[in-house]
């Protein structure tokens, strides 16, 4: 405990404060403009950390983290474009209101829920990083398949208008991503003689291209609408509609602790990322709403729900990183290079052997979070005038942008190309309403969960009888039973008692 | 680091003018090399153990050079992409690749793809290793090759984590060799390899030196390279047990075919100073990884032996 | 948009059916045996959109009232064409005359397919913009990115 003492002292007193918010600033800039993003702000403030003493590096690193994922969310509300994947959910109540006038609203939201979540997930990451790494691995393959295999039902709440049309995409999306060397026998899938595509395709290139590319385009073919539709609306002016009232943050305080559970919940288990989290956070506070058609609408719970599990999971990333020195995410990968460089091993050895350095940390990522909201406010007077510029001087720029955030993926202009090549798709997909939600999550959880199937054929020597080994496997399976038959008994109900509207497959 | 910037942009651009406007012929003669930054390839992504190593003898070279060495990642296909790229560069000594040496000597025998052969490139040294080897966790009821290969058999459908096609080529041969049946659970990183260890899912894995960061849990059962570890003395070497297939991975200085000798010899002599300079041994120390420098020329001749040895290996082997 | 789901449901049919006959099994080499085959999920999920682009064009080819104005806009579609273009002329200007070139004439013809016709504007942002680029990589993170 005195160690805290310490750390708090050496954090307030030298440089480290400063560059906690070099990080989240830059971070935050970074997330907020679409097509740039965290893993290069990350990745090229690395040899920046060569010069830094290690508590200011690590605040530095982290601090980019969680600002970019509160970041990307202006980007999402204010131009339909998110600034990361994981922010996706967050255009879809967010773009409408700033269309009504309500975007300061929106990105207030969009803030507060960001922080709330981020700084509890960082309490949960300091009470509980020790024991909870240590649940973390009685999860093996067996267990992380029935998981998935859980979290897939949640797709059914994601698919937007058309259940067919969703799962279709999320098909689509499994299929792009077993392009590349499959991992157990080394053969080249799909990659038509590429040796860049061995790897498979890149996740950002592809979301630049779907999310940020193609609204480009559409923007772009509706210029005259927009414009217009810009001009005659100013910031309305109800004051109410530029802050978050009372009643708002009554509905949406469940919703926020949702949020942050369930984004804490997938952070930990390691390889998910942040997009999974937001979506299955969005998808479940609408499929408990007493009003899942409002959502897409501009329901701000919407806005809520996406971005405090989008920012609960940076902190919950962690744990597996410092508790067992086990990377969950690239980012987790970045800083255990930066870790190793300064000294700090992380595993369960470094509370031992650094308890100070390890203290003072956890004080910088909490005054992280404390500076993410100074940052976001400041930031969002500035942000949000940019609806106010017309929409053609904006898309060059932020087809410029994509375009390094491409380039920047793998230093090849291969990757742009990749990025043109699902800007159509998204075009395409979009303008015939197929949800790229969907999309995202076969792409994100297919590969793992092809992958940890096969691993579990494996283990399992092939035998499913196996199976009654591993008891946390067979409670998520069964859960998703029990959750399948559920939804398909309420969605009939629904469907008895609404009258027959636009019925579309 | 204010100075390196500046040289760095007014380099940057000043190559950036001359390579837009096509590429006048480069007057420099090699006695002045570097008159301007080095560009560093890295064969795979920004935070793992060889972008780590890479980025600490960037900066030593750049220091003994005097010139700064910019790092920059071209990650794909383990390497074969960034390495694809060095060949259509200019052999002038301002593009190299720092990777390991299985890019040319491991690869081209396991992917279609890749058809690297020694002679497609020039080398300006070695600096590290890897300290590959079979791991399992510290409970496991053996110690040592023989003491595994025995409750191997008495355990059969064994599973063991295989993160490459040379994990699979190890195991089996150990299998063919001794009748055993494992069961490879694949595993896509390292990461993922270890905590499949600390959770005991598997009973060992083929490891490619990030187990020593689990001295308490984890225990090296046979080192799978041609010399002992550094970090596990004690434990022999695959060759010493009976089986010549040790595989050395090396990090490698690998330059285009045709940069004149005294640029490599330039390069070569920068790079020595890595293994006395503190904060190099910082950054190796910290991921217990063993500096082992080698010359322009040895390199080459450790390339050409293990080209041909691995050959035999991956060819005949699977 | 019942006529252009049906469309669309036709033409994914005919797409997945294309795949698991010619290009999956061109692609994708059967694996060893004794482990899952690699065209294994591949081919699942094109007999899933198969199957599941014929329940679409099914549940779309009953009549009824189309409720739903047809979804592409000839604004869009003009509109794709044009960055199209505007990427394709960026792209060779890119391979040819380097990066500098490429990103200005991206930003350059990017406002000029927009409608913008100030040249003042035009050199003013591309020049912002670039510079903007520029000094968030070189100053601020101090690392090349070409």
Known sequence: MEYLILGIGDVFGGTTLLWVAVGVTLGYVLGAIPGLGKAIGVAVSIPLTFYLEPVSALGLLIGIAKGSAAGSAVSAILLNTPGEPSSAPTAFDGYPLARQGKAQKALKMGLFASVI????????????????????????????????????????????????????????????????????????????????????I???????????????????????????????????????????????????APVIARGTFIGAAIGILPGLGASVGSFLSYGETRRVSATPEKYGTGMIEGVAAAESADNAVVPSSLIPLFALGIPGSVIAAILIAAFILHGLTPGPLMFQQ?????????????????ILLVI???????????????????????????????YMETGSIFSIFIMLGFALIGFVARKLDFSFVTFLIGFVIGPKLELSFRQSLQLLKHDASNLLGHPIALVFLFAALVFVVMSGRSSVTRRVQMPPTTQEH | MKCFERRAILGLAASLAIASAGLLPDLAAAQDYPTKPVTMLVGYGAGGQTDLVARGAARVLAEQLGQPVNVVNKPGAGGAVAARELTQAAPDGYTILFHSNSVVNSAPFIMDQVNFTPDDFEYAGMITAYQTGLVAHVDAPFDDLKGFIAWARENPHFAYAALSPE??????????????????????????????????????????????????????????????????????????????????????????????????????????????????????????????????????????????KHKGILTDGS | ????????????????????????????????????????????????????????????????????????????????????AVFAIAIVLYEFFGALIGASSLVIFGLLALGERRPLVIL???????????????????????
């Open chain 1, 117 to 200: 979540g981020d700084f509890v997930s960082t309490i949960i990451l300091i009470l509980l990083a020790a024991p909870l790494a240590r649940y973390a691995l009685l999860i093996g393959p067996v267990e992380l398949c029935a998981i998935l295999v859980f979290s897939l039902v949640f797709i059914g709440g994601l698919s937007g208008n058309s259940l067919t049309k969703g799962l279709i995409a999320a098909c689509f999306g499994i299929f792009f991503a077993t392009v590349g060397l499959e991992t157990e026998t080394f053969v080249p899938r799909l990659t038509f003689g590429y040796l860049e595509l061995e790897d498979g």
């Open chain 1, 354 to 370: 650094q308890p100070r350095m390890v203290a003072g940390l956890y004080v910088s990522m909490l005054c992280a979070s404390a």
């Open chain 1, 202 to 252: 890149s996740l950002v290139p592809m979301a630049i291209g779907m999310l940020a590319v193609a609204e480009m385009i559409v923007q772009a073919g509706n210029l005259d609408t927009l414009d217009r539709e810009t001009a005659e609306l100013r910031d309305s002016s109800d004051p109410r509609d530029r802050r978050v009232t009372r009643e708002e943050w009554r509905r949406c």
């Open chain 3, 1 to 84: 948009m019942k006529r252009a789901n049906a469309i669309s449901g036709i033409i994914l049919c005919a797409f997945s059916l294309v795949m698991l006959a010619f290009v999956i099994p061109g692609q994708i080499s059967t694996g060893p045996s004794g482990m899952m085959s690699p065209r294994l999920v591949p081919q699942m999920t094109m007999i899933g959109i198969f199957g599941l682009s014929l329940l679409l064009v099914l549940g779309n080819l009953r009549g009824g009232e189309d409720d739903h104005p047809p979804p592409f806009s000839r604004k869009e579609l003009l509109a794709l064409l044009r960055i199209s």
């Open chain 1, 376 to 406: 976001g406010l400041l930031g969002q007077r500035l942000f949000s005038q940019i609806v106010h510029v017309p929409l053609r001087l904006v898309i060059p720029g932020v087809l410029l942008f994509c375009c390094v955030g491409s």
């Open chain 3, 124 to 146: 003013t942002l591309t020049v912002v913009l670039l510079t903007g680029l520029w000094a968030l990589f070189y100053k601020v993170l101090g690392t090349a990115i070409l």
């Open chain 2, 167 to 308: 994990a699979r080529m190890y195991m089996d041969t150990l299998a063919e060799a001794n009748g055993l049946e494992p069961n490879a659970v694949p595993v896509q990183s390292g990461g993922e390899m270890i905590t499949a260890l600390l959770g005991k899912q598997v009973i060992a894995a083929f490891s490619g030196g990030i187990h020593y960061r689990y001295p308490d849990e984890l225990k090296t059962i046979s080192a799978t390279t041609t010399f002992r570890h550094p970090s596990a003395p004690d434990v022999a070497s695959i060759e010493e047990d009976g089986y010549p297939i040790g595989m050395d991975t090396r990090t490698t200085l690998f330059l285009p075919k045709g940069t004149p000798r005294d640029v490599l010899e330039r390069i070569s002599d920068a790079l020595s100073a890595a293994a006395d300079d503190a904060d190099f041994k910082k950054v190796t120390d910290g991921a217990n990884i063993p500096i082992m420098y080698m010359n322009l020329d040895e390199a080459r001749a450790e390339i050409e032996s293990t080209y041909a």
